[in-house]
């Protein structure tokens, strides 16, 4: 399971941020020092950055139950900073591993096309595993089941109210799919339904 930072953990405004007091708000001043420079981020690691940001605390329960079922890892152009910042911040009890994004092809790097990075990313990572991502912009061939050879699968957030509980009940049906499924399955995802946005 990959999991990006913004639109999905951090929410990023809207309605959710007014009316959902829980929401965990804070205000990071990130030193260039502690930056690596990065082809997604202008100026990421040129400069001091101040980051906003709103996290639901809930998320914390979700990939911890998630992570008895499956490897969990950061998919985010924040790179390790999820770990320095988000995860901690968050409660996570440790840091997960990142799949880096500066591992994919120089052609995405220099165009600064961060999800076609992911994606080729995520194909090296799986190694024909089967991987769901959550993820608030994810290529439509995430969403369409036909990723990494038809085993991987994209769960989209709305990046104004984050990854909700409809959300997670995806992520758990591809988890269900994966765990049963024979050599060269596919997964099919569930037409129709709408992304939810309920808590």
């Known amino acids: 399971m990959a999991v990006d930072v913004d639109g999905v953990l951090n929410v990023l405004g809207g309605d959710r941020l007014v009316r959902e007091p829980e929401l965990r708000r804070y205000e990071c001043h990130i030193p260039a020092a502690c930056q690596r420079p990065s082809p997604f981020r202008r100026g990421y690691g040129r400069e001091d950055i101040t980051v906003r940001l709103a996290l639901d605390p809930a998320h914390a329960g979700w990939i911890r139950a998630l992570h008895q079922r499956a490897d969990v890892v950061w998919a985010t152009t924040w790179g390790h ?83 909700t509980r409809d959300g997670l009940v995806a992520v758990e049906r591809f988890l269900d799919w994966a765990d049963a499924a024979g050599p060269g399955e596919r997964y099919r995802p569930q037409r129709g339904r709408r992304r939810g946005r309920g808590r």
């Open 81 to 163: 900073l999820a770990n320095d910042l988000v995860g901690p911040l968050l409660g996570l009890p440790g840091p997960l591993p990142v799949v880096d994004l500066e591992d994919a092809p120089f052609s995405y790097l220099k165009s600064g096309d961060a999800m076609s990075a992911k994606a080729s990313v995520l194909r090296d990572y799986a190694a024909g595993r089967p991987v769901v991502l959550v993820d608030d912009r994810p290529l439509d061939e995430w969403l369409t089941g036909d990723a990494l050879d038809g085993r991987g699968h994209a769960v989209r957030t709305d990046p104004e109210t984050g990854w």
